[in-house]
């Protein structure tokens, strides 16, 4: 990590990315690890995204029931 990627700031992944473009300069243990990395972090933004996305709809559905009901309009 340190010879490759020691610039690369943290988060969003930038590190993991990183290291994935220099894979062919590392021995075989880093590149195994770094492969469980990747799907480690995949599926973590694979949840988040399921989890915004059900917060969202949980969201809506509380502004909806909430919202008073529309009076009809006079023809």
Partial sequence: MERYCSDTK???GRRIACL????DQ???A??????LMQQV???????????R???????AKR????APA?????K
Avoid: D, I, M
């Fill in 53 to 59: 996305k059900q917060e969202a709809e949980e969201t």
């Fill in 20 to 23: 994935a473009k220099h894979k």
């Fill in 26 to 28: 590392v021995n075989a």
């Fill in 41 to 51: 972090f995949a599926l973590t933004q694979k949840n988040l995204a399921e989890k």
């Fill in 30 to 35: 880093c590149r195994e690890r770094l492969e």
């Fill in 63 to 66: 502004a909806k029931s909430a």
């Fill in 70 to 74: 529309a009076e009809p309009q006079p």
């Fill in 10 to 12: 943290w988060g969003q």
